[in-house]
């Protein structure tokens, strides 16, 4: 008998965890894309991930993704130089 219970908080508790992980995604995938503009405001607390710039002399997109000192994530989009300009 108390195998049978411990085995039901187990699988119902591993069940639990697993809704929130897919709540989870969910909200990563609800998330919109925010254009930058000189006056967004910014509050970042935590990169979670950045494009990397393509290597052409030119501007070209750019995404981050972070999460503000609320906890909230993020998902900016801007324009930067690309890392193919030489000086020479």
Do not use: W
Request: glycine letters at 8%; aromatic letters at 8%.
């Amino acid at each position: 008998m108390k195998v049978s219970v411990a085995l039901f908080a187990l699988f119902g508790f591993s069940g639990l965890v697993m809704a929130q992980e897919g709540a989870a995604a969910v909200d990563d995938q609800q998330v919109q894309v925010e254009q930058y503009t000189y006056s967004t405001h910014l509050d970042i607390a935590k990169v979670i991930s950045q494009s990397e710039a393509a290597d052409v002399c030119a501007v070209v997109p750019m995404r981050m993704t972070y999460e503000d000192s609320q906890g909230k994530r993020h998902i900016l989009a801007y324009e930067a130089m690309g890392n193919g300009c030489s000086n020479g």
